[in-house]
Protein backbone atom coordinates (compact mmCIF):
# COMPACT_ATOMS: atom_id res chain seq x y z
CA UNK A 1 0.00 0.00 0.00
CA UNK A 2 1.44 2.86 -0.96
CA UNK A 3 1.07 6.56 1.35
CA UNK A 4 -1.62 8.33 -1.75
CA UNK A 5 -3.69 5.15 -1.27
CA UNK A 6 -6.91 5.49 0.66
CA UNK A 7 -7.55 3.44 3.51
CA UNK A 8 -10.52 0.80 3.08
CA UNK A 9 -13.40 1.37 5.52
CA UNK A 10 -13.31 -2.27 6.28
CA UNK A 11 -10.14 -2.14 8.38
CA UNK A 12 -11.51 0.30 10.06
CA UNK A 13 -14.45 -2.01 11.47
CA UNK A 14 -12.06 -5.13 11.82
CA UNK A 15 -10.20 -2.84 14.26
CA UNK A 16 -12.96 -1.57 15.50
CA UNK A 17 -14.27 -5.24 16.80
CA UNK A 18 -11.11 -6.02 18.06
CA UNK A 19 -11.05 -3.64 20.15
CA UNK A 20 -14.75 -4.32 21.68
CA UNK A 21 -12.93 -8.24 21.95
CA UNK A 22 -10.18 -6.60 23.87
CA UNK A 23 -11.95 -4.04 26.30
CA UNK A 24 -14.47 -6.80 26.88
CA UNK A 25 -11.67 -9.13 28.58
CA UNK A 26 -9.95 -6.72 30.01
CA UNK A 27 -13.08 -5.39 31.71
CA UNK A 28 -13.89 -8.57 32.56
CA UNK A 29 -10.21 -9.81 34.07
CA UNK A 30 -9.83 -6.39 35.78
CA UNK A 31 -12.72 -4.71 35.77
CA UNK A 32 -13.21 -0.41 34.76
CA UNK A 33 -9.65 0.42 34.91
CA UNK A 34 -7.93 3.32 32.68
CA UNK A 35 -6.64 0.91 29.86
CA UNK A 36 -10.39 -0.65 30.17
CA UNK A 37 -12.14 3.21 29.15
CA UNK A 38 -8.74 3.70 26.53
CA UNK A 39 -9.78 0.55 24.65
CA UNK A 40 -13.22 1.45 25.15
CA UNK A 41 -12.62 4.67 23.45
CA UNK A 42 -10.62 3.21 20.61
CA UNK A 43 -13.80 0.92 19.80
CA UNK A 44 -15.83 3.89 19.66
CA UNK A 45 -13.60 6.12 17.46
CA UNK A 46 -13.17 3.49 14.73
CA UNK A 47 -16.67 3.02 15.08
CA UNK A 48 -16.90 6.51 14.26
CA UNK A 49 -14.55 6.83 12.06
CA UNK A 50 -16.61 4.12 10.00
CA UNK A 51 -19.78 5.41 9.84
CA UNK A 52 -18.67 8.76 8.80
Known sequence: MRIT???EPS??????I???V?????YKK???TLET???SGMAAFYVIC???
Open 5 to 7: ETI
Open 11 to 16: YFIIAA
Open 18 to 20: GFI
Open 22 to 26: LSFIQ
Open 30 to 32: YGK
Open 37 to 39: KFL
Open 50 to 52: FLF
